[in-house]
């Protein structure tokens, strides 16, 4: 209970383009933050984009210009839009959602695949 559900990973050829989703389920519980990860074998987990309950954003250096976190607030939903994609944005993309009072939760990630 509580953990985010991510979705819209898939297999892409590069320079086309994905929208993640991030469905915050904790029903009533106020959002602090809500961050985009990655992780790919043989490299750190890498922190890709992240929201503040104030709607200021920020993005990593190796996606910036390219990717784009954004919200719908009635939807409890975060969103990752991802274009220009490139073979090293392969990875299994994790959706961290901190809530006041009760700490962050990890959803189960969903796998992006770029490749020709």
Known sequence: QGRPVESGG???QPGESLRLSCAASRIGASIVAVDWYRRSPGK????????????????????KGRF???????????????NSLKPEDTAVYLCNVFYD????????????????
Do not use: C, P
Not at 46 to 56: I, P, R
Not at 68 to 82: C, E, F, G, H, P
């Open 44 to 63: 750190q987990r890498e922190l890709v984009a992240s929201m503040t309950k104030d709607g200021l954003t920020n993005s990593a250096h190796s996606v």
């Open 10 to 12: 898939g297999l892409v």
């Open 101 to 116: 009072k009760l700490g962050d939760y990890w959803g189960q990630g969903t796998q992006v695949t770029v490749s020709s």
């Open 68 to 82: 784009t976190i954004s919200r719908d607030i009635a939807k409890n939903t975060v969103y990752l839009q991802m």
